[in-house]
């Protein structure tokens, strides 16, 4: 059983659409109680990341993606989903949920930082399709996924973790925007696959293998 975490922040119907079509059971609650017995989680996200803190704080659901995460649970997060599994985050100053080590940084202040100058060709969002390249080896969770596959992003923020090790897959957008990472049970989105056609459901399926109709 594939839970879906739903903390007011999320893009659920999106995903559910998404389980849907691949008809896989699932489970979608604002209890972490009730996502318990689940065999791994969807941790969805849109907007802003204080927010998103603020509501996972009234649900308990942070110190319940803590305890998953520690337990060695499979924990997939999707767009903002996937940066504030991380420490930090540079929009409006957010502590996260520090299940993995980096931050949170704005488009400019990574660009200034490595010497980029867009000279305004490239827009704050990225926003659209971008394809990907894979490192360290890639995932599992891209079988079945040719390289330089594209994917929808949305995001004026970026991933950088303390260890690039963990990125898998990166997408071009000035500089190396990491696409997915992966560390252990903790894997991560910037990209949605939920709304990336066959290759994003590629994703999706890989991830739930065990629950698909044999």
Known sequence: MTGIVD?????????ERALDSL??????????????????????????AAYAMQQLHITGFDRFLKNWA?????????????????EKSEEGNTECLGILKGTIRHFSNVWKDNAVNSHNALKIPHMGWNDITFSNGGTRLLAGVPEHSNFYFVHSYLIQPEDPSIVKAYADYGIRVPAVVEQG??????????????????????????????
């Open 70 to 86: 520690m337990a060695g649970k499979p924990l997939a997060g999707i767009c903002l989903g996937s940066q504030i599994i991380f």
């Open 23 to 48: 008809k896989v059971p699932y489970r979608v609650s604002k209890k972490p109680v009730e996502l318990e017995n689940c065999d791994r989680l969807i941790f969805p996200g849109v907007g802003d």
């Open 7 to 15: 903390y007011n922040a999320g893009n659920i119907r999106s995903v």
């Open 185 to 214: 049970n903790i894997t991560a989105f910037q990209f949605h696959p939920e709304k990336s056609g066959s290759y994003g459901m590629q994703i999706l399926r890989n991830y739930v293998q065990a629950d698909l109709p044999q």
